[in-house]
Nanobody
């Protein structure tokens, strides 16, 4: 089992940058593929990015491709989401998730553990 805690959210202007962090405790994060999801008010939770358990194979939603970068540091049990050129439509609660598998996917149902989320608000 693993516990996930997100941090780094906040208020940022459109065009700016923000880096979200996800700290994993319990079973080491290297045992899991990791993903980031987000949920805006009144909308369903949607996939943002995922990264393979070991190595750097990544997957992105089309809406963030070229702007966001997911990475991980297994030695520190950390996963990151670098958000560049943010837009007002990126405003949401961002969740970190862990999947007991080699590869991450875009389906939230495939993930076994979730953090509590961190709010990101992008002002225009």
């Amino acid at each position: 089992q693993v516990q996930l805690v997100e941090s780094g959210g906040g208020l940022v202007q459109a065009g700016g940058s923000l880096r979200l962090s996800c700290a994993a405790s319990g079973r080491t994060s290297s045992s899991y593929a990791m993903g980031w999801f987000r949920q805006a008010p009144g909308k369903v939770r949607e996939f943002v990015a995922a990264i393979r358990r070991m190595g750097s194979t990544t997957l992105y939603a089309d809406s963030v491709k070229g702007r966001f970068t997911i990475s991980r540091d297994n030695a520190k049990n950390m996963v990151y989401l670098q958000m560049n050129n943010v837009k007002p439509e990126d405003t949401a609660v961002y969740y970190c998730a862990a999947r007991s598998s080699l590869y991450g996917t875009s389906r939230s149902d495939d993930y076994d553990y979730w953090g509590q989320g961190t709010q990101v608000t992008v002002s225009s």
